[in-house]
């Protein structure tokens, strides 16, 4: 497989990115219907999407989607340089699905559909997404699924008349027996496609693994083999494979969570979102939004600290928050993330530890960050003998990583102050402050 690297490109520091589609896999030709397309693709060379497909992904909810980051914070905003979109990502993980079941369309259709209900910076607004709809994306995909069958012309609904949409649904949020499991489950074609995608994109390494070599081997386990958590398997010849896809993931996700530089902005950008919905800023429709609008909305929220924390995330790494007090905690201890949960909660927590250190509520943030980065392997077979299994010892359990953000501006001895306040109220929770490389911060 040819991976070309990725180019940079100018991007202004302090624009957010437009919503205009981008020009990579999700881009060109996107309002066709009635006929089959082939779409550049930086790691496939090339999607080919079947006409049925075409008119699914021609439907606003799915166009949409090329206005949404791969990443949560905006990976223009991140990497300077133009970045792939969940509609790029969701073209890949039909490609995968094409490729490894040809024959299995309704799959192919609920790969398409696997992300449509993401809001606006991903994964980012999941929290509040859960709050106002008690759903998560994978659930509101699968709502969103009669939107697309509504905004279909009359000509696209008779070429699809065979879909059945309640299975596709099912199949989004990981039932429908092990074929559920390929599009959610703890190897699958989402995260085959996001991880490769996203290094590359990225410029953080060269993807280690084939993510077509790896879903070819993705199987569903035979019913009276399958287990509530164990419902796929990898055939031998893909072990070095999986092994490949894991370390990649921990080598991104090491990126997404122990450095400070993206989780700054993640913070910054969750925190204005709390914020901006505590009071009562951001319209119902706001999960149907590109992260274009969204930024815009932010942007220009009365809200002084809604609209500060926006104005430094668009300004780039040199306005960030900076992290002033880590620590552990193990993940058996719940008191943290109770205190954590709801939005409101989150941000009296952080006006509390604000005011004791003579700062203003907006300049504090914390993170707390349960890394995800190992990730069990499904079983592998025995080369040569069908239907016995090698099982991978399960993932550790992650500590709960606390991060404590203050404004850059902020003066030495409220830092002091803010640390402290910290370590009261965390520490007696069961949290262990790691060691900080100098007064000033992290």
């Known amino acids: 497989m040819t991976?070309?690297?990725?180019?940079?490109?100018?991007?202004?520091?302090?624009?957010?990115?437009?919503?205009?589609?981008?020009?990579?896999?999700?881009?060109?030709?996107?309002?066709?219907?009635?006929?089959?397309?082939?779409?550049?693709?930086?790691?496939?060379?090339?999607?080919?999407?079947?006409?049925?497909?075409?008119?699914?992904?021609?439907?606003?909810?799915?166009?949409?989607?090329?206005?949404?980051?791969?990443?949560?914070?905006?990976?223009?905003?991140?990497?300077?340089?133009?970045?792939?979109?969940?509609?790029?990502?969701?073209?890949?993980v039909y490609c995968l699905a094409r490729l490894a079941r040809p024959h299995d369309r309704t799959l192919q259709a609920a790969a398409l559909a696997h992300d449509l209900g993401h809001g606006p910076f991903s994964h980012l607004t999941e929290p509040l997404m859960r709050e106002r709809l008690g759903l998560d994306h994978e659930q509101r995909s699968a709502r969103l699924l009669d939107d697309v069958r509504d905004a279909l012309s009359d000509g696209a609904r008779r070429?699809?008349?065979?879909?059945?949409?309640?299975?596709?649904?099912?199949?989004?949020?990981?039932?429908?027996?092990?074929?559920?499991?390929?599009?959610?489950?703890?190897?699958?074609?989402?995260?085959?496609?996001?991880?490769?995608?996203?290094?590359?994109?990225?410029?953080?390494?060269?993807?280690?693994?084939?993510?077509?070599?790896?879903?070819?081997?993705?199987?569903?386990?035979?019913?009276?083999?399958?287990?509530?958590?164990?419902?796929?398997?990898?055939?031998a010849a893909a072990e070095g494979a999986a092994l490949a896809w894991r370390a990649d993931r921990e080598r991104l996700y090491h990126f997404l969570h122990d450095g400070h530089r993206n989780l700054a902005a993640h913070a910054m950008l969750r925190k204005a979102i709390d914020l901006a919905a505590v009071a009562d800023?951001?319209?119902?429709?706001?999960?149907?939004?590109?992260?274009?609008?969204?930024?815009?909305?932010?942007?220009?929220a009365p809200d002084r600290g809604v609209r500060a924390?926006?104005?430094?995330?668009?300004?780039?790494?040199?306005?960030?928050?900076?992290?002033?007090?880590?620590?552990q905690a193990p993940a058996s201890v719940r008191a943290i993330p109770e205190l954590l949960r709801h939005t409101r909660e989150r941000l009296a927590l952080e006006k509390r530890l604000a005011g004791e250190s003579a700062l203003l509520p907006h300049e504090v943030i914390v993170e707390a960050i349960v890394s995800r980065a190992q990730r069990s392997l499904p079983p592998?077979?025995?080369?040569?003998?069908?239907?016995?299994?090698?099982?991978?010892?399960?993932?550790?359990?992650?500590?709960?990583?606390?991060?404590?953000?203050a404004a850059p501006d902020a003066a030495p001895d409220y830092i002091h102050r803010l640390r402290l306040a910290a370590e009261r109220l965390f520490v007696p929770l069961g949290a262990s402050p790691v060691a900080d490389d100098a007064e000033g911060g992290m």
Do not use: K
């Open 3 to 92: 991976r070309p690297q990725a180019q940079d490109a100018p991007q202004h520091a302090d624009m957010p990115p437009d919503d205009r589609p981008r020009r990579a896999a999700g881009s060109g030709g996107l309002g066709r219907t009635g006929r089959s397309l082939v779409l550049p693709d930086p790691l496939y060379g090339g999607v080919r999407v079947a006409a049925w497909a075409a008119a699914l992904i021609a439907t606003p909810p799915f166009r949409r989607l090329a206005g949404v980051s791969l990443s949560d914070v905006p990976g223009e905003l991140l990497f300077g340089r133009p970045f792939p979109s969940r509609l790029d990502h969701t073209l890949g």
């Open 159 to 235: 070429q699809l008349a065979w879909l059945d949409w309640d299975e596709v649904a099912a199949l989004v949020i990981g039932r429908v027996d092990g074929r559920g499991a390929l599009l959610n489950g703890p190897v699958d074609y989402d995260n085959a496609d996001n991880v490769a995608r996203f290094l590359l994109a990225s410029g953080l390494a060269q993807p280690s693994y084939d993510p077509q070599a790896l879903t070819r081997a993705l199987r569903p386990l035979p019913p009276e083999r399958a287990t509530a958590t164990e419902r796929t398997y990898l055939q």
């Open 281 to 300: 800023l951001l319209s119902p429709d706001v999960f149907d939004l590109t992260d274009a609008a969204a930024l815009r909305l932010l942007r220009a």
């Open 309 to 327: 924390l926006t104005e430094r995330v668009l300004a780039g790494e040199r306005r960030h928050y900076r992290c002033v007090w880590e620590a």
């Open 380 to 405: 592998i077979e025995q080369p040569g003998r069908p239907g016995a299994y090698i099982r991978t010892p399960p993932a550790l359990p992650a500590p709960r990583v606390i991060h404590v953000f």
